[in-house]
């Protein structure tokens, strides 16, 4: 049975960093892309991140760039999104995904989804 499990939410200040994981417990993780999407109540899904099955080529969101860094070790079965100077807006569950690697921020795309863990960033 596959299974993404997130962890690493929380409160967190404004300016603050918090680091999010996603152990997977999926066979041949090492091939499937791996992102985060995020939502916030009232809103769509949204694409954060995504990292390709090597590691080499990332993908973030223009919300994302500069503060956010996804990483992945394919021994470890696991995924993070580093998260730096965040901001209110950036209040949401946080999904972890893995899927094909193409069309990295269409969350149609993905295969396999985690419940999602809560941030919350006060001003």
């Known amino acids: 049975q596959v299974q993404l499990v997130e962890s690493g939410g929380g409160l967190v200040q404004a300016g603050g960093s918090l680091r999010l994981s996603c152990a997977a417990s999926?066979?041949?993780?090492?091939?499937?892309?791996m992102a985060w999407f995020r939502q916030a109540p009232g809103k769509e899904r949204e694409f954060v991140a995504a990292?390709?099955?090597?590691?080499?080529?990332?993908y973030y969101a223009d919300s994302a760039k500069g503060r956010f860094t996804i990483s992945r070790d394919n021994a470890k079965n696991t995924v993070w999104l580093q998260m730096d100077r965040v901001k209110p807006e950036d209040t949401a569950v946080y999904y972890c995904?893995?899927?094909?690697?193409?069309?990295?921020?269409?969350?149609?795309?993905?295969?396999?989804w985690g419940q999602g863990t809560q941030v919350t960033v006060s001003s």
């Open positions: 995904a893995a899927g094909p690697n193409r069309d990295y921020s269409n969350y149609v795309q993905y295969d396999y």
């Open positions: 999926l066979r041949s993780f090492s091939s499937y892309a």
């Open positions: 990292i390709s099955w090597s590691g080499v080529s990332t």
